[in-house]
Each structure stands twice: as C-alpha cells, then as structure tokens.
C-alpha cells in the first residue's frame, strides 16, 4: 500500500526561517523520519512538495488509483483553495490533514480550513511530531482497507 505525503507553499523553508513558529527541523529531516515509519511498517510512501496551487492539484489527481492514502499540510491554501479541496474529495482517498502549528490559535484567518472539511482526520499544534501521528493515524486506516479488501475476497470466493 502506498502513501503520498504533499507539502503545500513555504514548507520547503522549515528550519530556515520562522523557527519560533515551525521549529527547527528542515523538511527532510520530517521525511526521513517518516521514511523510516513506511518502512517498518510495509507501506510505500512519496514525497511531494510545491508552492504552486495546480500543481499540488495534479499531484492529488495522479493518487487515483496510485495511493491508498494521502497525508497533506496545504499550508496557506488550507484557508483558501477550493480547487484543493474539490481535488481532494474528487479522488476519494483517505486523507490527513497536517499543521504544524496550531491554527487555532493564530489569526482568525488561519482558524478554518477549507481542505480539513474534506479530509479523514485533522492533526494541528504538535509541532512536526504531528506527521508522525498522522503516519500513525493512515497505518491503522490502510489496514483497515486491508481487512475489509480481504473479507470481501473470502465473500467473493
Ligand atoms: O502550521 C502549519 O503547518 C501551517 O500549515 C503552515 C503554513 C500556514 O500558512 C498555515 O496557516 C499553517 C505556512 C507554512 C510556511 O512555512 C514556513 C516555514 C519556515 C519559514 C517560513 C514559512
């Protein structure tokens, strides 16, 4: 089972800038760890990181019938794209939805998200920890596709 884990605009400069909001830790830093849950756990996963709104929407659209599940941080365009959004519920994929930081408690501009509507699961305020918990969160997902994918396999039978 595969994984795609999609990093909106401005993540890319985690641990250049703005530590005191994000923290210390570079974004590959985030992926290696993350690298390192897929593989003990025996699931695929991909990065992807754009600050382009269409291009994360074609990235979101390429998971049809690619990935079983999605883990994304739409960063700004949390708050602002429908097309985001619209690509997200199109494809039908369990997705989590990550913030680093609590956008709860920022801006009143921050505080909804548009693409968390859509999503399986929300996962705010715990810093970059919060991407292991949703690695967590998509493990006990996947195997439950698993299970169901294989008692419909012994009712086909
Ligand atoms: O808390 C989050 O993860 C956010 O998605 C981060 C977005 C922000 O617009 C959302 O409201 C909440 C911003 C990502 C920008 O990341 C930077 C990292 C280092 C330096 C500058 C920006």
Redesign the pocket.
Known sequence: MKVVVIQ????N??G???QHI?GPMKLEQIHEQMKKFASDNGFEIEFFQSNLEGEIVDRIQECLGDADGIII????Y??TSIAIRDALSAVQIPAIE????N?HA?EDF?KHSLTAEVCAGVI?GVGPFGYHLAMVAMSQILNEIRAAREMQKQQNA
């Open positions: 909106g605009p401005n993540l400069m985690l250049i800038r703005e994000y941080n739409p960063a700004a949390s708050h990550v913030h680093i930081s956008i920022r921050r705010a």
